[in-house]
Nanobody
Framework: QVQLVESGGRLVQAGASLRLSCAASGRAFSSYAMGWFRQAPGKEREFVAALSWSGGSVYYADSVKGRFTISRDNAKNTVYLQMYSLKPEDTAVYYC??????????????????????WGQGTQVTVSS
């Protein structure tokens, strides 16, 4: 069992940078593939980024590619989402999620919410124009 707690969300202006953190408790975090998802008001949850258990494989939604970076520190049981050049359309509640997997991530693996077993409570990111 893994518990996930996100932090770092806040109100920022367009063009700003922000780093979200997701701290995991429980055993075997290093065996978990991790992902970030987001949900804007009135919209469905959407995939943002995924990272394999080793950190050697990453995958991003087209909307954030080149602006966001997902990473992990297994020694700290933490996964990060570094966000640059934020836009108002990035405004959403951001959730981290985990699943037991030692496979690489990509378009066919790790980008669907139903693949993940564990979810955090979310952190709000608001980008003003």
């Amino acid at each position: 069992q893994v518990q996930l707690v996100e932090s770092g969300g806040r109100l920022v202006q367009a063009g700003a940078s922000l780093r979200l953190s997701c701290a995991a408790s429980g055993r075997a975090f290093s065996s978990y593939a991790m992902g970030w998802f987001r949900q804007a008001p009135g919209k469905e949850r959407e995939f943002v980024a995924a990272l394999s258990w080793s950190g050697g494989s990453v995958y991003y939604a087209d909307s954030v590619k080149g602006r966001f970076t997902i990473s992990r520190d297994n020694a700290k049981n933490t996964v990060y989402l570094q966000m640059y050049s934020l836009k108002p359309e990035d405004t959403a509640v951001y959730y981290c999620a985990g699943r037991i997997s030692r496979q690489p991530v990509g378009a066919r693996l790790g980008s669907r919410g139903d693949e993940y077993h564990y979810w955090g409570q979310g952190t709000q990111v608001t980008v003003s124009s």
